[in-house]
């Protein structure tokens, strides 16, 4: 918000950019920062920098974490049968409690909170990266 | 377990994630209390009577209130012994 106004009071003292209206549902940062970039490369504000704008996880790396995770968590059995598709009762020999150990640890690697119903959905490690994917605040 | 009330599915669940929150602290580490809870939990799983259910919910709730219980004795306790014994 402060970063959406502060562009436009220097893009309002540049004067060479035609003004437009940030939209301030979207993704405030990013789109304002890209489109102001368009406008006016010359006079680009350095000094803005987004420290705090979302970068995006990828699949590969939300994959990677979590199969960290569970390489890690002591109940896994066979750690070989260990891969993107494993289901965790079926492949991994944990049972429904260990499966909700395993939620829970996936939101703190990823400081979310995962509501009850969604977490029982979660059977596999590629349903967790779906629904980590899904997700805008987790990092 | 599925073929139960999953309302009463989703309370064990969330009273076992809530223990397992409270077991962190706990004095004998966080593994010891993780492999206890988990065989507790683990020995009623073939509970089928709603009834029954219920009781243990009531029981685990219980325990968690212990815990707590025990947090609070254990800090009462070092502050006590870091001011009296001066």
């Known amino acids: 918000m402060i970063r959406t106004a502060f562009l436009r009071t220097a893009r309002q ?40 704008a979302h970068a995006g996880l990828s699949k590969d790396e939300v994959e990677g974490r979590i199969m960290d995770l569970l390489k890690n968590f002591d109940k896994v059995q066979d750690a070989s049968k260990l891969n993107a598709q494993s289901h965790f009762h079926n492949d991994l020999g944990l049972d429904s409690l260990d499966t909700v150990e395993v939620v829970m640890a996936i939101e703190e690697e990823f400081s979310i909170e995962i509501p009850d119903k969604e977490a029982d959905a979660i059977h596999s490690v590629n349903q967790a990266v779906e629904y980590i994917l899904a997700q805008p605040d987790a990092h | 377990m599925t073929s139960t009330n999953p309302a009463l599915r989703h309370q064990v669940i969330r009273i076992y994630k809530d223990l397992l929150y ?13 492999t206890r809870l988990h065989r507790a939990f683990a020995s009623q799983k073939n509970l089928t009577d709603e009834k029954k259910i219920r009781k243990g919910i009531e029981r685990a709730e219980f325990v968690k209130k212990e815990i707590e219980a025990l947090y609070y004795l254990k800090r009462y306790r070092t502050l006590r012994q870091r001011y009296d014994k001066s």
């Open chain 1, 13 to 52: 003292a540049i004067r060479s950019a035609p003004r437009y209206h940030a939209p301030i549902a979207r993704p405030v940062a990013r789109s304002s920062l890209f489109q102001s970039k368009q406008v006016a490369p010359a006079t680009y504000f350095q000094a803005v920098r987004s420290y705090s």
């Open chain 2, 22 to 34: 409270l077991g962190r602290e706990y004095p004998q580490g966080y593994d010891f209390f993780r």
